[in-house]
Structure formats: structure tokens, C-alpha cells
């Protein structure tokens, strides 16, 4: 070959590797639990919004579907079908209900496409910690928060207190619970840290009352408004696994005729504005920062390095922050 030839044929190389990688356009399918759902509506919204911005920042472009799964596994699992036969990029899932995240998976995994878990972190064989296997599988991983440095947080908030939460002077604590899904890992943590955070500082504590509340402010005002009417001045704390459960139980306690900070205390988690407003109204005790943006980000940017090729790690975690008042 003539050395003119080589010098082209070096130049052409030289300046297709110069040249910038194809713009791509991908399409990203969002399954979420529950639209009717706080923070998850925090969340969601957040979560376009981010992939909005790359897509306007950058080269690449990102599509977004997001789907409702109306708290029905099935709904949800004919959603997740649906993405896979449109032939979506990458999947970002909150699960509807964590047990059934294995049978779930399979599908995605078999289908070869990237899958980010939110939120709902999936539960182990034996109910206890997530379920390593489905997270050993590569382009699958899950980005949360540790859901027991939530309950840790708020049960520290009434250990912080003067009196720490013990009102009637009697030597301990008696609280009433109001719990989200008993199945979410989330729901089992905070419940189980809250009450482990005052113990382990050394008090006492007594269960009145322990329902489930799913998450739902109308049945955190029912639960809360029973618990009330059955126990009376004996219920010095209510904690609640959520900020819209602790709305209802606010609610309730001042259909009741007690006030927040004097004669019980109130706890949440979400950090949602109405709730933070109140914490430094005095009408809640406090709640903790459940940070929807910092999570969403993290699960976008998990997903664009899934498109990217890129290794994930099996755990993003963001952590919570206590919210008190100022």
C-alpha cells in the first residue's frame, strides 16, 4: 500500500476517534407504588425534573414513562411486562410489595435490561435484610436509606427532650405506634429503632397501642383518635412510621383536646413542608428529613451509569437528617 494511502487512512482514524460519541436517546421506564403517596410524589416529580435537566444539559436524551402502580402487585407486574415488551433502557421500580421483588426481577434481569430499586428496599429470606440474591445480579442495584437511622432519629428526639417523653413524671415512656406496610422493611425498621433508640439510652417504655396505619393520614387520624379515646392522658408519645400518618394523628390529638409540647408529643418521618412548618409551630414534636431529592438524584445517576455501561454498586445510600424546631 502506498504511503499516501497509509497517511490518509491514519488521518481518518486519527479524526473519527476525535470525533464526540453519538448522541443517544433513551427511554426510562419509572414504576412507582403508589402515586397517591406524599413523598413519593416528592420523589417522582424530582426525579423527572432531574432527568429533564440532563437531557436539556447534554447530548443524550432521556424519555420518561412513569407508571401507577395503585398499590396492586398485579398492576404493577403487568406495568413492568408492558416496559419490557416496549423495550424501555433501564427501570427504575418501587415496589408495590418487596416479597414479591424476586419474581419481579427475574423478569427484568431475563430481559437483560438495568433495574434501580427505590425507596422499598426488598426483604430477605427470612424478613430481617434485603435479599442479597437480587442485588447479586449484575445492572441491579438499590437506593434508599437505611430506614433504621430513621427510627433511630426520632426516638432520639424524644430522648433529647427535658423530660424525655416521660410527661406524667412516672418513670416511663408510654407511647402508641402507628405503623406503615408491616411488609416494608422501612415500616419494620422505624418501628423497631424508635422504641430501641430510648431503651438503649437507658428508658423505660411502655406500648399502649401498635396498629398499621399504610402510610394513609386518614387512617393515622382514626388509629390515633381510638388510641386516645382508649388510653387517655396515659398516651405520652405517638410515634408514626410517616409524615402523613402523623397529620392525621395531629389531627386527632387536637380533636381530643391535647396540645403538642405540653401534655404529649408527636413524631414523623418525611420531613414534608407541611409537617416541617409545624414542628416549629410547636404542633409536632419533630420529624426526620426523608431526603427525596438526594434519593431521587442518587437513582437517576444510578440509571444513567447503568446506560453508560458503568459497574454499579449493590447499595446508594442517602442519609436522613432530624428535623426539630429552630
Known sequence: MKKSMLLVLAMVFVLACALPAAAKDYKVG???????????TLYRNELKSYFDELSAAGEDKYDVTIVDGKNDMAEQSNQIDNFITQGVDVIILNLVQTSSADAIIDKIVAAEIPCILINREPLGDNGDESYAGILDNAGVCYVGADARQSGTFQGEIVAELENHGDINGDGKISYIMIEGDPENIDAQYRTEFSVKALTDAGYEVECLDDQVGNWAQAKGQELCANALSKYGDAVEVVFCNNDAMALG?????QAAGRKVGEDIYLLGVDALAECVEMVNNGEMTGTVLNDHVGQSHAAVDAAVAALNGEELQNYYWVDYVKVTAK
Open 249 to 253: 394523628a395531629a389531627a386527632a390529638i
Open 30 to 40: 419509572v414504576a412507582i407504588y403508589q402515586f397517591d403517596d406524599n413523598f413519593m
